[in-house]
């Protein structure tokens, strides 16, 4: 019987250095937003996940929790882990994970010289181009599926 | 697995892996066995020294095995798997003793050519067992404690060349048995062993004891006894002591001088088939003046061969007619010849009172050990002794016989003997009637050993009769048919000072 | 329940200085640690006292609570252990090695053995005085890992293995962690390749332990923190902040910064030394990490004792 390396629903490709729970987390959210896994399509497991990234089970185990419990998947015993709608409601506890990167970003326009309404209209930009055409205030309803920015056309 | 199951684990691959190396070591068993019992005929002239092969081909499996399974090498792969330590070196020891049993199968097969009894043949194999197993197991300590297989070679051959050269020193002597030192070393070399699994450190003290033990046990199975049939003494030969020998001096007139010497005749009685050994005599002279004169004879006299009828004796002694000597008895008077300084020689001559003489008497009786009936190939065996007559001649003018003659190294009350100190007659029984064959030293018996500890001599030797017994045998022709040829082993019975006294009457 | 406690190992080798100077640091049951050490450090060593290969000469190892000396563990079946160095018994196949081996092993799994041969590219039939280094070492690694150890201990494990089977070795690894909870202690010099597989590490220099820990909780504690500035600011950074290496070029200062020592956070530093034109705090790599701990022992060990 032929082994087969499981290979992920969505890309992500690790880089050492930065932790590895933050740069999954950030490929599974980007790739559930994006449409590139749809509400009720399987997620893969614990054990696939370790194994197509090489990673310590208790770090993947970090992932699915954050993601669980960010409203991007949810966790069935017994039937498996699927993709869910999308993410709640924002709270608080998120957007002050944001506050390092944020300031980080805002001091570094500063220092080049850029001004407040350029650098948001960089972050607009940025946004569009990686989840497509949504709302500048982008929403937190449920039904936040954007079609993707391809040639296919929409389900 | 239990502890039992991973010896038997490890023990079944190693024989797996060194089946081949097994065939080998069984085959030079074989070719062992085959030289040593004389059969097929052409083996026994081969010249090649199987004995050391087999030696060697043991050492080498025994080495290579040991060093598969290091024990003390970081790289040793059982030291990561769930094997016990001492399960390990116990299926060496296993693998051991496997070779151990092939060697005394070979060893049973060879002896029971020689017609031992089944008491002397474990008494054999018990005696052979102590002596390869401490040479296995000496290779086996010192591969264990040697990294790799040139310098567990080394070592070997240096220990075995050891061995050799004391071998070759000893055996002008006889071998004392050391039984109780043996199994000391044998137990405590099992010990170290195991031990060297077990902790696997390396310090340069444990290496060296184990190191030291290993070459000790090597070359100590040189000191191990020899091993033979016992004591062929099965009562129909009298114990006989040194008091038999009864010696006199039949002085009835005064001894004469002649030339610087007085000769004093001595009176020996034997009983039948005694070889009397005399040394060292000397004569206290008491003169009728009362001093006395102490004289010496030089030389050392055997009686045995030169004069007088000294014979073996025979079972059936009472049908027999012996030549020469009457009954149970023989006797033979000797003189002997003693110095007279030129100063003393006309004080002592013509004015002896008395006289004391003192001798070194040594006694051997003879043993029966071997009938050969002298047609064609006919053989013999006995506990220990194989003969085949190859060739008899006898006529009128020519007594000659050819006797392919082996017999099992041993030690009969403390003596070592060997073929030359066999004694050969022919005897014929319907004349009643036997005489005395010896033979010339050309034809050296050589002393092999094939098997570990297993010693035995064999030669060809041709026989003929002692020529003045010539003049007394009468139509030789005739013994062709009914004659045996009798082989007996000489056996010390006793030595010891005797003196004799006599009183001259004028 | 099978978690690795290292309790002062000093092991010290014939007349040579010593190997491990009272080394001390722990795994938690299901941990994948990494030992990390230039070459010498004492990681073949310590894994080997841990094994219970060797006995150190003062401390002890002890998994899930039992003393692992004397090759305790590796009998009972709980550690399995693969280094570089070993060499195989004289079985003509891999085929048979296997099969002499599956009796031993309470936990044997065939099936694995077979998956992990074809993944590594091996055959049953191969012989093994044929295989060259890497496949030998493969071969090494599949025994160790069919037979499914509690505690796997791993010494140079990708010595001389290709790319791919490298990978092969690594997912092995983490299904094992995963479907098991293997503990596993892992010496490597391919820092960057396993980093994301560890969740714990250890560093250690000429026998001695600099840093140990989770791996999270060492990205929390060493950053990276580069200040642009005039010399004051600089100098003043320098002074206060607890670093571990520090680097100069003109108006650049670069530390590898201890926030156990000396907290440190983004807002706090640029309220501190406003006078900064700019200061980021990165995350370390943890081969970043383990070249400024050799680094830093080298030049000012005591500077470099773990906290």
Redesign the interface.
Same mark, same amino acid.
């Given at each position: 019987m032929y082994h087969v390396t499981p290979m992920l629903p969505f890309p992500v490709v690790i880089q050492p250095g930065e932790s590895p729970v933050k740069q999954v987390v950030f490929a599974a959210s980007k790739a559930i937003l994006a449409g590139v896994l749809r509400a009720g399509d399987p997620f893969p497991s614990v054990r696939e996940m370790s194994e197509a990234l090489k990673l310590h089970p208790n770090t993947v185990q970090k992932v699915v929790a954050e993601l669980a419990r960010d409203g991007f998947i949810v966790v069935r015993p017994g039937v498996g882990t699927v993709v869910t709608a999308g993410p709640r409601a924002p709270d608080p506890d998120r957007l002050r994970v944001l506050d390092d990167s944020v300031e980080q970003l805002v001091v570094e326009a500063r220092r080049l010289g850029l001004g407040r309404e350029e650098l948001v209209s960089a972050v607009d930009a940025s946004w569009v181009a990686v989840f497509g055409d949504a709302r500048r205030t982008g929403t937190h309803d449920a039904d936040l599926r954007v079609p993707r920015p391809s040639r296919r056309s929409g389900r | 697995m239990s502890w039992w199951s991973q010896v038997r684990h490890v023990f079944t691959r190693d024989l797996r892996r060194t089946w081949m190396a097994l065939g080998i070591y069984a085959l030079m068993l074989c070719v062992a066995v085959a030289r040593a019992v004389e059969w097929p005929p052409m083996m026994r002239d081969a010249t090649v020294a199987v004995g050391v092969l087999v030696v060697l081909c043991a050492a080498i499996v025994v080495a290579v095995a040991v060093l598969a399974d290091h024990p003390m090498r970081a790289d040793a792969f059982w030291a990561i798997q769930p094997l016990h330590a001492s399960a390990v070196a116990t299926s060496k020891l296993v693998y051991v003793l496997l070779l151990l049993l092939l060697c005394g199968l070979a060893m049973l097969v060879t002896l029971s050519s020689w017609n031992l009894q089944p008491l002397d043949l474990g008494r054999a194999n018990i005696g052979v067992f102590p002596v390869f197993a401490l040479l296995l197991l000496g290779v086996a300590m010192v591969a264990a404690v040697c990294m790799d297989v040139t310098r567990v070679g080394v070592v070997v051959v240096a220990a075995i060349g050891i061995a050799f050269l004391i071998d070759m020193r000893l055996r002008e002597s006889t071998a004392g048995t050391y039984w109780a030192l043996a199994l000391l070393l044998l137990l405590g070399s099992t010990v170290l062993f195991v031990q060297r699994y077990r902790d696997r450190r390396s310090s340069r003290m444990a290496r060296g004891i184990v190191l030291g033990t290993g070459m000790v046990a090597m070359v100590f199975p040189v000191f191990a006894a020899r091993i033979g049939p016992g004591d062929a003494n099965d009562g129909s030969v009298p114990r006989h002591t040194l008091d038999e020998v009864a010696l006199s001096l039949p002085v009835m007139a005064m001894p004469t001088c002649e030339n610087g010497r007085l000769i004093v005749p001595l009176g020996v009685v034997a009983p039948l088939g005694w070889r009397i050994g005399l040394m060292k005599p000397s004569l206290d002279v008491t003169l009728d003046d009362g001093a006395t004169v102490s004289l010496s004879a030089p030389g050392w006299m055997q009686l045995a061969g030169s004069q007088g009828p000294m014979l073996p004796t025979v079972r059936d002694r009472a049908n027999v007619k012996v030549i020469g000597g009457d009954g149970d008895h023989s006797a033979q008077q000797i003189q002997i010849a003693f110095v007279v300084p030129a100063a003393d020689s006309a004080r002592t001559c013509g004015r002896i009172a008395r006289l004391a003489m003192r001798l070194w008497v040594t006694t051997t009786t003879g043993t029966e050990v071997l009938r050969v009936p002298l047609q064609g190939q006919a053989r013999a065996v006995a506990p220990g002794f194989r003969a085949r007559v190859t060739a008899a001649t006898l006529d009128d003018a020519t007594v000659a016989i050819t006797a392919r003659v082996s017999m099992l190294s041993n030690e009969f009350a403390g003596q070592r003997h060997d073929l030359a100190a066999l004694d050969f007659a022919l005897l014929n029984h319907e004349r009643g009637e036997m005489v005395r064959l010896s033979s010339p030293r050309s034809d050296a018996e050589s002393s092999v050993s094939e098997l570990p500890g297993l010693r035995h001599m064999a030669s060809t030797l041709d026989l003929e009769p002692y020529i003045s017994r010539m003049a007394r045998l009468s139509g030789l022709q005739s013994w062709r048919d009914s004659a045996v040829l009798i082989v007996t082993l000489p056996v010390e019975r006793g030595r010891g000072w005797r003196q004799v006294e006599a009183v001259v009457s004028r | 329940m099978t978690d690795i406690a290292i309790d002062a190992v000093s092991y010290r080798y014939r007349r040579n200085a010593e190997a491990l100077h009272d080394v001390s640091f722990g795994a938690p049951s299901?941990?994948?640690l990494g030992l990390l050490g230039s070459n010498g450090a004492g990681k073949t060593t310590l894994l080997?006292c841990c !094994?219970g290969?060797r006995?150190p000469d003062s401390g002890r190892v002890r998994i899930g609570g039992a003393d692992s000396g004397? %090759?305790a563990l590796?009998?009972? #079946?709980v550690i #399995?252990?693969?280094?570089e #160095?070993?060499?195989?018994?004289? @079985?003509r196949t891999l085929g048979q090695l296997e099969r002499?081996?599956a009796?031993?092993?309470r936990r044997w799994d065939t099936?694995l053995a077979?998956?992990l041969r074809? %993944?590594f590219g091996l055959d049953a039939s191969c012989r093994l005085a044929t295989l060259s280094r890497g496949e030998y070492m493969k071969a090494s690694l599949l025994c /160790?890992l069919a037979a499914q150890p509690r505690v796997l201990l791993m010494d140079e494990p990708f010595t001389g293995i290709d790319a791919l089977s490298k990978?092969e070795i690594?997912?092995a690894m983490?299904?094992s962690?995963? /479907?098991n909870g293997t503990t596993v202690m892992i010496a490597s010099h391919d820092i !960057?390749e396993i @980093?994301?597989?560890?969740?714990h590490t250890a560093i250690l220099t000429a026998g001695r332990l600099r840093v140990a820990g989770a791996l @999270?909780q060492l %990205?929390e504690r060493y950053r990276r923190v580069t200040m642009v500035g005039d010399e004051d600011v600089l100098a003043a950074f320098a002074r206060e902040q607890a670093w571990l290496e520090i680097e100069r070029a003109g108006r650049i200062v670069s530390i590898v910064a201890d926030g156990e020592r000396t907290p440190f956070d983004? #807002?706090m530093l640029?309220r501190r030394f406003d006078g900064a034109?700019?200061i980021?705090? @990165?995350?370390?790599?943890?081969?970043?990490l383990f070249a400024s701990v050799v680094r830093s022992a080298r030049t000012a060990p005591s500077r470099a004792e773990a906290a």
């Open positions: - | - | 299901g941990a994948i080997q !094994a290969l006995a004397s %090759r590796i009998v009972s #079946g #399995g252990y693969v280094a #160095g070993v060499r195989l018994p004289a @079985e002499w081996l009796p031993l092993h099936y077979t998956s074809e %993944r /160790a990978d690594l997912r983490v299904a962690a995963a /479907a !960057a @980093e994301s597989a560890l969740s @999270e %990205r983004h #807002g640029h034109d700019s980021t705090v @990165e995350d370390l790599s943890l081969r970043d």
